[in-house]
């Protein structure tokens, strides 16, 4: 079997305390994200979800652990990872096009300005921004300044995707519309995406994979959740199929109650940190990963919710 | 309301300025009354003032036809102690211009290096702190013994007042550069060279501007005063040798022209940080 694009090798961070060893944010944790997937990470604030991002990045070091892209260990920030910053991180001297140029030139050394330009001109088209071109971050609204930063991740062209809470600062007509924006880019290009929110909607409309984490501090990864719906849902029929609140059910159940107290339930079933069990939702037992899972077809008369989770 | 106030805070200045007027004009009237004077006082300021017929200090008319003489003719030379204005200005203007430039060559790169590094900018923390509050003037003897020229310690005097603003604004500036703008830089295995032009050097700039605009205010502040302690030219020694020739009327013009000059400075600098300067 191919080696995942990304393999989290039991990382961990650790913060040192007065006295004595430190306490750890998050410890044991083990996942993997294949090729063209859109992984969404959920977990209460404080748990180290944006820490974890930043290890992925390489813009902080794991205190334990390693994680590997493509079979080759991460020691730094690399042009492979694009990363989508929670405050979108824009230069304000910079109008739009010179945001996504800065990215581009860095990316491409060697280009003259006419190749960087239509590299960019394609990027600002593709997230709606044409005519926008030479305003600057202060002059656009909080959509459309995300829609720079997405932009200007895409332009490098990374293999992976990583968004923190993108689109969290967002208004909700606003934050619809940048979903269903960036779900039909990342089917359009195969982006590999690894994701961070709180909004379990976002996560059922975008994500293929849910990985929930549990409260910390020493929080880990509970579960991995299969998004079950189907590969062409949209916004507007996602709530009328049958498993979307079977999955948003068991989301809800996770972060309101279980995720506090997931030691007990771990210790009482036997939970191996390194292979989180993996739930999915409307489609019978919990059952070990299966490759090509996220493409299954929903079936009917599917166990209810009770009989998955336990 | 936004538009009557247009008009009024100009409309308020030029009344407040009628009045300064007036009350100079009637402080400065002859009185008539025949006073008894100290003989050596009346020799001094000439006998109609020692007499009390008329004040010490110049009238409005006497000061506004010496400005007039001197905005007729600022770049005469007649020898070393009668220069137009304007030429003891452009002396006065060089010196501070010399010496700024020299500051900011040392200030802003080394602001910058200090700014990128926290280690660093402890450790030189207790030197500015200590050497900031030292009054320029007070460079001047060591100034003048090692560099054995007076125009060119004048010079240095400048040097040192404009140094410390800059410095520490230019490294308070790169020091506080939005964390967030590196990270972008790091993902994108931008360069360090590059990340200081491109990311450090406009995010800092407008707080460096800020640096250099208070700098350049004391700098014209400092040479009226060291040029009263160097002599020979420039606009400090134009007042200094005035008041050794009790024309209180070419002090006054001189203090007119060092405030407008002062103001001018003030108004290019603060013209450079607009363009610098980016809305968040």
Known sequence: MNDP??????????????????????????????????????????????????????????????????????NGPSLDRA????????????????NVAFAVASRWRGWNKAK???????????????????????????????????ARALAIEPRMLLMDEPFSALDALTRGMLQEEALRICRETRQTVFMITHDVDEAILLADKIMLMTNGPCAKIAEIVVNTLPCDRNRHDLHRHP????????????????????????????????????VKPGLGEAMPEVSGAHAARPQPGAKSLRAVVN | MKHAAGWRAPALSAALFLLFLGVWHALTLPTGAQQSVDSEYARLVGAAAAAGQKSAM???????????????????????????????????????????????LVAVPTGFLVGMSPTMYRALDPFIQVLKPISPLAWMPLALFTLKDSSVSAVFVIFICSLW?????????????????????????????????RVILPAAA??????????????????????????GTGIGYFVWNEWNNLSLTNILAAILAIG??????????ARLTRLVTFPE
């Not at chain 1, 999955?247 to 159940?253: S, V, W």
């Open chain 1, 83 to 98: 990363v989508i910053f929670q405050s979108h991180a824009l230069m304000p001297w910079l109008t739009v096009a010179g």
């Open chain 2, 206 to 231: 407008p707080t460096i501007m800020t640096g250099m605009r208070i700098s350049i205010g004391i700098a014209w502040l400092v040479i009226v005063a060291a040029e009263m302690l160097v002599g």
């Open chain 2, 165 to 197: 603003p800059m410095l520490i604004n230019t490294a308070f500036g790169v020091a506080s550069v939005r964390r967030e703008w590196l990270n972008v830089a790091r993902t994108l295995e931008v360069g360090p060279l590059r990340t200081a032009f």
């Open chain 1, 116 to 150: 960087v330009r239509a590299h960019c001109q394609r990027y600002i088209d593709l997230v709606n921004l044409t005519g926008s071109e030479r305003k600057r971050p202060a002059e656009l609204s909080g959509g459309m300044k995300q829609r720079v930063g997405i």
């Open chain 2, 260 to 269: 407008v000059v002062g103001m001018a400075l003030d108004q290019v600098l």
């Open chain 1, 243 to 278: 498993h979307y609140y079977r999955i948003r059910n068991h989301l809800i159940e996770f972060l309101v109650g279980r995720s506090r107290a997931f030691d007990e339930e771990a210790a009482a079933r036997g939970y191996d940190p390194r292979h989180p069990p993996v």
């Open chain 1, 5 to 74: 694009l990304i393999r989290v090798d039991g990382i961990a961070k650790r913060f040192p305390a007065r006295g004595g060893a430190g306490t750890a944010v998050f410890e044991n944790v083990h996942f993997a994200i294949e090729q063209g997937e859109f992984v969404c990470l959920i977990g209460h604030s404080g748990c180290g979800k944006t820490t974890i991002l930043n290890i992925l990045a390489g813009l902080e070091p794991a205190s334990e652990g390693y994680v590997f892209v493509a079979g080759r260990e991460v």
């Open chain 2, 58 to 104: 110049p009238g409005l008319r006497e000061v506004a036809s010496k400005i007039r003489e001197h905005l007729k003719e600022p770049f005469y030379d007649r020898g070393p102690n009668d220069k137009g204005i304007g030429v003891q200005l452009a002396y006065s203007l060089a010196r501070v211009i010399a010496g700024y430039l020299l500051a900011a």
